[in-house]
């Protein structure tokens, strides 16, 4: 038997994204294909990719068509890569984008291979839809036919009844509620208020247009389809203006509101992921490493635990495995995917009586620093095509560090199904 | 025996044209199914500064898998003591959520300024209970305390009272003290009230650990919280007797039924359909207790739980009563229980932890036209639980009684239909009881948990105006 092999630190290089859209605008007729594309070139040019064959390309989509299985194959025969460069679609709802470069990693961490990408697209725009399963079944029958005749008596057994679309719902399939009406059942156990919901989501557009004034997304993205920038990024947001809006989940009496969830969005992201001897050799720059990464999952079906509530156990797990407490972390990335998710996330591990009874812990986890909780703006401004934030995430992170010369990073991303994916990321 | 304007009322029809003519709408309450938990929906826990029940509270309600809210602050953190990660309720964040019960500690109120603090936790979610809700105060015995303790804790009775005269849609509201040093004995209490089991009993005032001999709490089976015990009921044969025979074997005692000769054959009926024993006899014979304390030694060991049920109601008014009708009903009603608590007190054949369960009426403490025989007997009753409580406490046991008010049975179906009404109608839960209501409460007295449980007279009769 070989010796095992011990893991390499794996580089993160940097990454590409184009900007996010809110749904049904800017890009209301640009497919998955063509979103991941845009993102890729920008990666490939960026770094001096073209016609380098690379380790692997993983990339998904939450939302996409069933004759795009093997959309990111696709997407990199299409591209400036080397065409034998394989691909990979994976899919992990919300947390997609970071699970692929998690995925890349730990293969570049084994020495499987020497550089990757991670990606994630989405578009609510361009979704694909269904048609009804009493229709399907009939349809199906008229594509198995096998003469003319029979075809048309297949098509004569269609009643005006079968007609109907199965539209893809943002909802959850055990529990009949959408992620939102989830998330106000927390919020409301958790009692997180309107007014700190309205601060969070305040704070998250400032930040974005002030890292957007500095310039600091001009080496990490990509124009496309005439945008930018995030077209969801309201730098003159404010509390008075967020206070007047009404609440879209939990009821009339509810604490969310379009302003403080994310709207449905499209955008793609990219991350190019390399051992140190590969960035080196490639006289790529390196900024940061990512160390380490834990996934949980929480029962939620009962309401057991909020669905979103994940990586309130997925970063103790992590942070313990590590040796590390939320002292020793410079920089927090909460997904924003509602501001009461960040904020019941928050409570939770300030809270002794969660961290005792759900955690096992004597202790608390402890306050997170608002100042190092998404300092370049979250999800809220930038807005969530779902599996395009991880990217977005990962290299912004990365770039804050590198630009810091020093630090620790954090990421929490909560997902659909009671996933939460988490990560640490250290300055180079 | 059936309330059909309940069942209009609830029809669809009925849930249309009730509203709009100004009759009532008696709810439908939501009764008891085996292997339900203890209380299915959100529970909202408070206290009053200084309560000393918080841990007490908690241990129930993570032994009963409820699913807990309470605001942030010590309540809570006492809670995650026991173990239990509550939600986290403020009146501004809590939005659309119900409750199916409401818990208050209100002993730390020592002052009147303090009772405050009952508003202040009720009010906002006054109406925010779910059908058939519960609420419930704790507080300590009065007159165990002194000054503007004993004056603010006496108060909280006027509170509950009131509050569920307000709650409507089958929700309940009670009372109930817990004497210091008594905290780890409020379970089987706690759980009785907060589950449907307690459907209808509202109004009501409980003491817990007062007069009681002082055992711990003891380790009890919830599914089957009287295991391995024998209980006699008396008059088992039907209407509440059948209820109450039934109910004990289902939380798993061994039924020894009583009846007169006539009615053997429907004892034997109910006590074969629950693998209990029957015996005839009638409870009035001079030789009678003797009689029955000798069997129940030789058969049974002993008996645990007592079950005085059996009464008989021989109306007429005082200026037409013939002696010998007065003294039917005092004998069966009255001189009976006595003679055989005693009885089976003196031969100890009431095994240590017994429990004794007199059945008074709402007509002893309201007292009923043409009941002068039947409410002096059951005012008797009472009298019985304050007169054996000693005794019974010394020998580990407890004695009390269950006080039903209007109840849907053969007897009550006799009444003239007019006053029939108004006895179901003039109440909080707006309906008469079911026999099972009178059960389940007789149940709980006699549960394992009850130890500490001594001295009370509960009414099961939807907080009836009458007698109220």
Redesign the interface.
């Known amino acids: 038997m070989t010796e095992p092999k011990t893991a390499r630190r794996v580089a993160i290089v940097g990454g590409n994204r184009i900007p996010f859209a809110r749904s049904n605008g800017a890009y209301a007729t640009a497919s998955n294909s063509e979103m991941l594309s845009a993102a890729l070139e920008g990666l490939v040019e960026r770094y001096g990719l073209e016609g380098k064959k690379l380790g692997e390309v993983a990339a998904g989509a939450v939302l996409k068509h069933a004759r795009d299985f093997s959309m990111t194959r696709e997407v990199v025969l299409g591209s400036r890569l080397d065409r034998a460069t394989p691909a990979v679609d994976i899919t992990q709802a919300c947390g997609t984008g970071l699970q692929a470069s998690i995925y890349i990693a730990n293969k570049i961490a084994l020495g499987q291979i020497d550089a990757g990408i991670a990606g994630g697209v989405d578009t609510t725009s361009d979704a694909p839809l269904a048609v009804g399963d009493k229709l399907r079944k009939k349809l199906v029958a008229v594509n198995q036919a096998r003469t003319g005749g029979d075809r048309v008596k297949a098509l004569l057994k269609i009643r005006p009844g079968d007609i109907g679309l199965d539209i893809p719902a943002n909802r959850e399939a055990r529990t009949g509620l959408s992620m939102g009406d989830h998330q106000?059942i927390t919020?409301?156990?958790?009692?997180?208020?309107?007014e700190a919901q309205d601060e969070l989501t305040v704070a998250s557009h400032q930040r974005l247009a002030a890292a957007y004034e500095r310039g600091f997304f001009d080496d990490l993205m990509t124009p496309f389809g005439g945008l930018e920038r995030d077209n969801n990024l309201r730098p003159d947001s404010s509390l008075e203006k967020l206070a007047k809006l009404r609440p879209v989940f939990?009821?009339?009496?509810?604490?969310m509101t379009a302003a403080n969830s994310t709207p449905l969005s499209d955008g793609a992201s990219t991350v190019l992921l390399a051992s140190e001897e590969w960035a080196k050799e490639q006289g790529l720059p390196i900024l940061a490493y990512l160390v380490d990464a834990q996934t949980e999952g929480v029962s939620y079906v009962e309401?057991e635990e909020g669905l979103l509530m994940a990586p309130a156990y997925a970063v103790p797990k992590l942070l313990e495995r590590n040796g590390l407490s939320f002292d020793d972390i410079d920089l927090f990335e909460i997904h924003e995917a509602f501001a009461s998710q960040v904020l019941s996330t928050l409570?939770a591990w300030e809270d002794?009586?969660?961290n005792?009874?759900?955690l096992g812990r004597d202790t608390p986890l402890g306050a997170i620093d608002r100042a190092k909780l998404n300092v370049n703006g979250g999800s809220l401004a930038a807005a969530h095509p779902f599996a395009a934030t991880g990217g977005r995430i990962v290299a912004s992170l990365a770039k804050e560090l590198h630009q810091r010369g020093s630090g620790r990073g954090l990421i929490s991303i909560c997902a659909a199904g009671g996933i939460g994916v988490t990560a640490i990321v250290e300055a180079a | 025996m059936s309330d059909t304007y309940l069942k209009f009322a609830n029809s669809f029809l009925g849930k249309q044209v009730a509203p709009k003519l100004g009759l009532p709408q008696p709810p439908v309450l939501k009764r008891y199914v085996p292997g339900q938990k203890a209380v299915d929906g959100a529970v909202l826990v408070g206290q009053a500064a200084g309560g000393r029940l918080a841990g007490a509270i908690a241990a129930t309600l993570k032994s009963a898998d409820a699913?807990v809210?309470t605001a942030?602050g010590p309540l809570?953190?006492a809670?995650?003591e026991a173990?239990?990660?509550?939600?986290?309720?403020?009146a501004?964040?809590?939005?659309?959520?119900r409750f199916q019960a409401l818990v208050f500690d209100a002993t730390g109120i020592a002052h009147p300024d303090e009772l405050q603090a009952l508003h202040a936790f009720f009010k906002p979610v006054a109406r925010k209970l779910r059908p058939s809700g519960r609420l419930i105060v704790l507080g300590t015995p009065p007159e165990s305390l002194t000054a503007g303790a004993r004056v603010s804790q006496r108060a909280l009775e006027g509170f509950t009272r009131s509050a569920g005269k307000e709650l409507g849609k089958g929700a309940t509201s009670n009372l109930v003290y817990v004497a210091e040093g008594a905290e780890d004995q409020i379970e089987s209490t706690l759980r009785f009230f907060l589950s449907p089991k307690s459907a209808f009993v509202s109004g009501q005032v409980v003491r817990i650990g007062v007069g009681s001999s002082k055992a711990s709490a003891a380790k009890v089976d919830w599914e089957k919280p009287l295991a391995g015990k024998v209980a006699l009921v008396t008059g088992a044969s039907r209407g509440i007797g059948e209820a109450i025979a039934e109910t004990l074997a289902r939380d798993g005692a061994h039924v020894v039924g009583l009846d007169i000769e006539p009615l053997a054959d429907d004892l034997k009926t109910v006590t074969d359909r629950i693998g209990g024993s029957a015996i005839t006899l009638d409870v009035t014979a001079e030789d009678a207790p003797k009689q029955l304390a000798e069997q129940l030694k030789k058969e049974h060991g002993g008996v645990d739980i007592v079950v005085h049920n059996a009464g008989i109601t021989r109306d007429k008014r005082l200026a037409n009563m013939k002696p010998e009708v007065w003294d039917q009903v005092i004998a069966v009603n009255l001189i009976a229980p006595d003679r055989i608590t005693y009885a089976l007190l003196q031969g100890k054949v009431l095994n240590t932890g017994g429990r004794v369960i007199g059945v008074a009426s709402i007509a002893g403490i309201a007292g009923n036209n043409g009941q002068t025989n039947y409410a002096t007997s059951k005012a008797g009753v009472i009298g019985l639980v304050d007169a054996f409580a000693d005794d019974i406490a010394k020998a580990g046991g407890t004695i009390n009684a269950v006080a039903p008010g209007f109840i849907e049975t053969q007897m009550t179906a006799a009444i003239p239909l007019g006053i029939r009404e108004a006895g179901r109608r003039l109440s909080s839960l707006g309906q008469g009881g079911l026999p099972v209501d009178v059960a389940e409460t007789i149940a709980w007295y006699a549960s394992a948990g009850s130890g500490a449980v001594q001295g009370n007279v509960v009414r099961v009769c939807g907080q009836s105006l009458i007698g109220a």
Do not use: C, M, N, V
């Open positions: 106000a919020g409301k156990e958790w009692g997180i208020t309107r939990g009821g009339p009496e509810g604490t309401g409570k002794p009586t969660f005792r009874t759900k | 699913q809210w942030e809570r953190d809670a995650g173990d239990l990660a509550p939600k986290i309720y403020a501004d964040t809590a939005g659309d959520q």
